[in-house]
Each structure stands twice: as structure tokens, then as C-alpha cells.
């Protein structure tokens, strides 16, 4: 410690006697709805004294070349088009920074009002009002607790939250993760993380990697109508270009495992680009040099991205991501048999992929509209054994799983600015599924012999068919007014089941400074395609009965949000929302009138449930609070807090509390940035979580007591709420730039105070009481990049 201590004090001294570092600022600047090149326009960049300007060439583009690394004030300013203003631009000597840049066309001309950084976090979806966020790179980085993960970085904002520590799934205003949509370059993709479990949207480890994103949109509610098949939200993440002008290069060491990364040009002529990135996991390595027993978690994945734009026919892109995880729990100890199981020992085999590839094209028949075009396939997959081992080693299989999804996906979307007030947008998509499930449980568990398996799923079937069709339009009144309207079309043709959707909203500027807007949306989404297909055994014939589900219809929700924002002063932001949303045809079981699907799919294996019907509901609403300071004069902070209330109908026609309403939650978090000197600075960054507790399943404990083991009382499923969640995360990096180097290292500690946060409950028999099992304690985590 007292090295690190003795590095810091005089790091800055010893760097003085070398020269100034240089590199480069450049990009692009286009149009925001067209997507058309702006040439002409005055791009500056500032540092305190220091100021460079340019103007975008015949093809949108401007370059600073060779200017001394430091953060930078960049301004970029077109006739006819609102101003984009961006501070604390921080340009390392390891890396160019490489540009996009869309300007929003004016209305007409308005008071000359400059808002500092009011559009930050402004979602890049022009026909976004509000429930919509823009992130950046440095903000899965920066943020204390996010560990590079798109997921648990957009657990700060207000109104979401993860479902617990072990796993990122996205909890958005007391809706479940399976109501979350992942789009990834305009394709549909399925669950992007390791060790997910079939139908879900969440896991471990995000198979994402932030190195190779760019600026990317988050909605939670009333998202425009080209989004469709999601109830809760959408993440809309762009992967950005390779470098076309040179090499670059990345090695990296953290909680997401060993990285090597790599970009460059193609070809400088035809500025065609590659990017590619390669990480396995940490534990895994160790484990092939260590013997560490089971539980040891093995994740790699790989992601790339070719783009090539031509100069008649568009710009292509290809891009894939492929990943696979596995682990093995083993819980024979000097031959003993474990004590949670039924009577002996339990091995449990889990292993998950994930990929898919899409192949994309823009093109551009005038300079007012533009036609994108997408080819995806994608897989996901899991297997799981879980075996019963006796002392003697001998072992029968309790239960197994071997699913497959492949989906291929075309779509196109036309998008047109006919002019400075009017802009629409129309497209169509067309999914097709292959399935292919094979999931038993040991009649046991039926109270058959051990070696006769009952199917929860033995189904494989081609062409299960989804069309997507949408259509919308954004009306400016004015500088101060903007109106938007669209409908979405879903078509399931498996079972004929079609929905209409609707979208609305307005927004109205107050002031320059200040806007209300109110949105509404109807939304549908269908369920995991395995519940189409789950099966069951009748007791009483004693045959297997199938097909109780494929009649399901698409679930429905109807969300209205308002909405006020306000820049209080310079880089100081106000933003209330207040949302309701109401959910009918839910599909819920009558034999088991507790469960609805509104509570599924934040665990590592789902409920293969029968008989179901489209006949719950539920219902949330609340109000959410932001209050931002955006990166300045080296500090920012957020604090977000939301009161909810989230309800649920089984077929009892009961309402309960849903598994996910912890009725508030209030996240703050913040940082400081320290520049010890031009190439060596400090960053520190903190975050408090507090929220209302879990909700689990009713233990009766007296019944338990006389029964000797766990007897439930469902009529009072979710009744109670857990003790508060409380969770303090810290973040401290330092990042020195060399010659054309730059090097990172960040210490991170989740839940520094090691609270005791309640993951669920059991009855322990020896003690005749109910016991806890706790969520992560204190964890340290360490890591080291260098670009090049």
C-alpha cells in the first residue's frame, strides 16, 4: 500500500520530462431521422484556452489530428439544426476517438437559448418522448457496481432494478425480465448472457461486451411502435465501427474474464473497417492449472463486426457474437451425501450458448430517406443433468434438459424526413422458429420408478412464424410542440393469434429549458415458446396428456406515462415521471391458483406449467424521480428514487403483490475525477442501493414443525416483504497515458459493507425455524486494460 501510495504522489513528477502526447479527434456528422451526411457543418473542440475548429467535409466528415490528449469541449453547430454540445470529451493517447454525431433539425427558427448538455441522455430514437434514456461506453464503466454490464449499469436509472445480485435481469416498474426486448444493430437477439436458462433475458455474466458498443437507447415504457413483442422495455444497442484509418488494439483482465481485442482498416480507400474481441473466463483459466473441485464457472465468447460502406450501393455490415458457458456442481464430500437433497448426493451439469450473426444495409435513395435492411440467425440453448449420487458412487439421472431455439429473422424498416416537421417511418419483420425440446424428470417425482422419465417437453417443430409489421409518424407544430402516432402489428401464425398496437405521445417544450410530455402505448408480446409445447402426466390414466397450451394468446399491457424535465442550471437536470400500466390476458393455471407469468423468468429455471389460460391481469404504477449532474468540472452524481405499486390476479381472482414489488427504491451515485496530471488521473466513484425487500412464498410454520419439512400456505404467496436491501458498491481507477498507450486500473468492491441482503427462506427442520440464505457479501474485484 504505501508503494501505491509513494507511485501516486509522484507518478506526475517523473511523467513532467516527457513530451507532450498527441492523437486524434474525428467523425462523422449526420442528420438524425435521415441519417444523411451534414457537410458544412462547424465542428470546435476546447480546452480551457485551447481551441480548434473545422467544418464536414463533402462526405459529413471532420478530424482533429495531432492535438495534445485532455478532456475536451466539443461544439457542433449547423444552419437550420439545433446545436450539439458535448463537455469532458476525454481523448487518451491509446486510442482515437472516433465520432458519430446527429443533429435534430429545427422547426423553425427559434430564440437563441443555449441549454448546456440538455441533451444529454436524450434517446438517440427520434420518435422517443420520454420512459427513454441514452447510455454511453464510459457509463457501464464508470458507474460503481455496473462492471461493464449494459444490464446493471441501467440499474441506476429510475424505476429499475436487478433481481438480485446473482444475476442481471431487468426489473422495470415491478414488470418481470421476460417483458424485456434485446436488439442489437436492429435485430432481435436472444438472451446475450452466459448461464441463461431457456425463455429468459437475464444471467450471470453479460456476453455483451462494452468494448465494442457505442451510444445506445434504453426505453421502460411506451417505447415507439417500430418496437414490438416486449411489455416492460427495450434495450436498443448499437455495436460501433472498427477504426478505418489504423490498427488498434486491446488487452484487458477483469470480472468478465481475459480479453484480447483487435481493430483496423480493410481497406483506407473504401474506409471499410473490422473489430473483433475474444474473452474467456478468469476462473476458468485458473482451473485448468488448479484443482479447485466443482462450482468453477467456464464462459468464453467472441465478437466481431465487419462494416463496408460502397459508394452507390449502401453500407453493409456483418456482425456475430457466440458464446458458451458451463459448470458443474458436485455435492459428494468424502463420500458423504449432501443434506439438502432428498436422500443422497446431487451432481448438476449446466451449459448454455448462445449465437447469433446478422448481415445489415443502409441505403440511401435521396437525401431524405433511407431503406435498412437485416439478415439474422441465432441459437440459444441449454442442457442441464441433475444426478442423484449414492456413497458408492453409483448414480441415476433425476432429471434433464436439452433445448434448442434457432430463430431466422428478415426485416426492413423505410425511414423518411419529408421535412423539417414531418418525419415517418414504416417497416416489417418476419421471424421464423425452429425448436427443438427434450426436457424429463425421473418418476420419482410422480411417484413412479426412479428409472420411468415423465416429459416436461419433447417437442421439435420448423416454422413457427412471427410477422411484425409497424408504421409511425412524428409532426413538429412547432418549435415548442411535437406529436407522434404509430401502430404495430404482431401475427403468430402457430395458433392464428394477432394483436394491434397503438402509440401516442406529445410532448411540449414549457420553456427552453423545460418540457411535459405525455405518452401512451399498448403493447403485446408472446410467451417463451417452450410453454406452447409443455407437457404433463395424468395421475389417473397414467398417460402423458400434450398440447394444453398452444392456444395461448399474446399477453396485453397498457402503459400511460407523464412526464416533466428541467435543466435547473448548467449540467443540472430535473426529470418526474408517473406512469400506470394495466396487463390482461395473463396466462395463469387453475389448478395452481397462485401462479401467473407475470412472475416468471428472473431465476435459472423456469415453471413448466399446464393447463394455462389468458385470463390474469396485473397492474403498476408509481412516480420516479431524477435528479443528474452531468460530468463537469470533474464530478457527477445521480440520485434516482421511484415509489411503486405492483399487483397481480391468479385465477382466483385474488390480487397479491407481485413476486418483484419492493414498493420503492432510491439509488445514488456518484464520482470525481482527479487529474494528477495531463497523462495520469484518479477517479473515484461510490453508489448506495435502497430498497424495499424481497417477496417470496408463504412457510407455515407451525404445519412445518408437525409435518417435519416445508409446508406452504400459497393463499398467502407474496404477502410479505423481506427485510430492506441495502447495498453499497465503490469504484477507484487509474488511468495513465503513454507514448500511444494507454493503461487502466480499477479496484471495484460490491457491498463494501457486507450487509446481510435476503435472497429466500427455508424451513430447517433441526432447528424446527425458518433460515435464510443471503445474496453476495463483500466482493472484490480487480482490473487491468491497456489499448494500444
Not at 411540449?508 to 410467451?527: D, E, I, R, T
Amino acid at each position: 500500500m504505501k508503494k501505491i501510495i509513494l507511485l501516486l504522489l509522484f507518478m506526475p513528477c517523473f511523467l513532467s520530462s516527457y513530451s507532450q502526447y498527441k492523437q486524434t479527434i474525428r467523425g462523422v456528422v449526420i442528420d438524425q431521422a435521415s441519417k444523411v451526411s451534414l457537410p458544412g457543418a462547424n465542428v470546435s473542440v476546447k480546452d480551457g484556452d485551447k481551441t480548434f475548429g473545422t467544418t464536414t467535409n463533402e462526405k459529413g466528415e471532420f478530424e482533429f489530428s495531432d492535438i495534445p490528449i485532455d478532456r475536451y469541449e466539443l461544439t457542433v453547430s449547423f444552419m437550420g439544426y439545433e446545436a450539439f454540445y458535448q463537455k469532458n470529451l476525454d481523448l487518451g493517447s491509446g486510442k482515437e476517438k472516433v465520432l458519430t454525431i446527429e443533429l435534430a433539425e429545427k422547426v423553425e427558427k427559434i430564440d437563441e437559448i443555449i441549454v448546456t448538455a440538455s441533451g444529454k441522455g436524450e434517446a438517440m430514437n427520434e420518435m422517443a418522448a420520454l420512459s427513454a434514456r441514452s447510455f454511453t461506453v464510459a457509463e457501464t464503466e464508470r458507474y460503481a457496481g455496473s462492471w461493464g454490464d449494459p444490464s446493471r449499469m441501467a440499474s441506476n436509472f429510475a424505476g429499475v432494478i436487478t433481481a438480485n445480485d446473482s444475476r442481471n435481469d431487468i426489473i422495470i416498474r415491478g414488470n418481470s425480465s421476460l417483458g424485456l426486448l434485446w436488439k442489437l444493430d436492429g435485430v432481435s437477439i436472444p438472451n446475450p448472457n452466459h448461464f441463461g436458462a431457456l425463455g429468459t433475458t437475464g444471467g450471470p455474466v453479460s456476453m455483451l461486451n462494452n468494448n465494442m458498443l457505442t451510444n445506445s437507447d434504453f426505453f421502460t415504457g411506451a417505447f415507439p411502435a417500430e418496437y414490438g413483442n416486449a411489455l416492460s422495455g427495450v434495450f436498443d444497442l448499437k455495436m460501433r465501427h472498427g477504426n478505418n484509418r489504423k490498427h488498434e488494439f486491446l488487452v484487458q483482465m477483469g470480472f468478465s474474464g481475459l480479453e484480447v481485442g483487435a481493430e483496423g482498416p480493410i481497406s483506407k480507400k473504401a474506409g471499410a473497417s473490422y473489430l473483433i474481441n475474444y474473452r474467456y473466463s478468469i476462473p476458468g483459466l485458473m482451473g485448468k492449472v488448479f484443482d479447485f473441485g466443482g462450482g468453477v464457472p467456464n464462459y468464453q465468447d467472441l465478437s466481431m463486426k465487419i462494416y463496408f460502406p460502397t459508394k452507390k450501393a449502401g453500407t453493409f455490415s456483418l456482425f456475430a457474437i457466440d458464446g458458451n458457458s458451463s459448470i458443474v456442481f458436485d455435492d459428494i464430500e468424502n463420500g458423504e451425501a449432501s443434506s439438502y437433497t432428498i436422500s443422497d448426493g446431487v451432481r448438476t451439469c449446466n451449459s448454455s450458448e448462445m449465437g447469433v450473426v446478422g448481415l445489415t444495409h443502409r441505403i440511401f435513395p435521396d437525401n431524405k430517406s433511407n431503406i435498412f435492411t437485416t439478415f439474422s440467425m441465432s441459437l440459444q440453448g441449454v442442457n442441464t443433468q441433475i444426478d442423484t449420487i449414492y456413497s458408492d458412487n453409483s448414480s441415476y439421472r433425476f432429471y434433464g434438459e436439452g433445448n434448442r431455439e434457432i430463430r431466422t429473422t428478415i426485416s426492413s424498416k423505410y425511414t423518411r424526413k419529408i421535412n423539417a416537421k414531418n418525419t415517418i417511418k414504416a417497416g416489417a419483420s418476419l421471424e421464423s422458429f425452429t425448436i427443438d425440446y427434450a426436457d424429463s424428470v425421473s418418476g420419482l417425482a410422480y411417484n413412479l420408478p426412479k428409472d420411468q422419465y415423465i416429459n416436461n417437453l419433447d417437442t421439435h417443430e420448423n416454422g413457427l412464424n412471427l410477422l411484425q409489421a409497424f408504421a409511425e409518424w412524428q409532426h413538429k407544430f412547432g418549435p415548442r410542440l411535437t406529436a407522434y402516432g404509430g401502430l404495430h402489428y404482431q401475427h403468430f401464425f402457430f395458433n392464428n393469434t394477432q394483436s394491434f398496437n397503438p402509440r401516442l405521445n406529445l410532448s411540449y417544450k414549457l420553456s427552453p429549458k423545460s418540457k411535459v410530455s405525455l405518452a401512451y402505448g399498448m403493447h403485446s408480446q408472446l410467451q417463451p415458446l417452450y410453454i406452447y409445447f409443455t407437457e404433463t402426466y395424468d395421475t389417473e390414466t397414467g398417460e402423458m396428456v400434450t398440447g394444453t397450451n398452444h392456444d395461448l394468446d399474446f399477453t396485453n399491457s397498457q402503459h400511460i406515462v407523464a412526464g416533466y424535465d428541467r435543466m435547473l442550471y448548467e449540467n443540472f437536470k430535473l426529470k418526474i415521471e408517473s406512469y400506470y400500466q394495466y396487463l390482461t390476458d395473463v396466462p395463469v393455471s387453475k389448478e395452481n391458483e397462485y401462479f401467473s407469468m407475470l412472475n416468471e423468468g428472473n431465476t435459472f429455471h423456469q415453471s413448466r406449467m399446464t393447463n394455462l389460460l389468458n385470463e390474469g391481469i396485473g397492474r403498476n404504477y408509481g412516480v420516479e424521480l431524477t435528479f443528474e449532474k452531468y460530468l463537469s468540472n470533474n464530478y457527477y452524481f445521480l440520485l434516482t428514487t421511484s415509489l411503486f405499486d405492483s399487483k397481480y390476479k391468479g385465477s382466483d381472482d385474488v390480487w397479491r403483490n407481485t413476486e418483484f414489488n419492493t414498493n420503492y427504491l432510491v439509488n445514488v451515485l456518484g464520482g470525481y475525477q482527479i487529474p494528477l496530471s495531463q497523462k495520469l488521473s484518479l477517479d473515484v466513484n461510490l453508489r448506495v442501493l435502497w430498497s424495499g425487500g424481497k417477496r417470496d412464498y408463504y412457510i407455515d410454520l407451525d404445519k412445518s414443525v408437525e409435518h417435519g419439512t416445508a409446508v406452504y400456505d400459497f393463499s398467502k404467496t407474496f404477502n410479505e416483504r423481506e427485510k430492506d436491501y441495502f447495498k453499497l458498491d465503490g469504484r477507484i481507477s487509474l488511468k495513465l497515458n503513454g507514448k500511444k498507450v494507454t493503461q487502466e486500473w480499477a479496484f471495484d468492491i460490491t457491498n463494501a459493507t457486507n450487509h446481510k441482503n435476503i435472497y429466500s427462506k427455508y424451513y430447517d427442520n433441526e432447528s424446527k425455524s425458518i433460515k435464510y440464505t443471503y445474496q453476495q457479501g463483500l466482493y472484490p474485484m480487480f482490473l487491468y486494460r491497456i489499448n494500444f
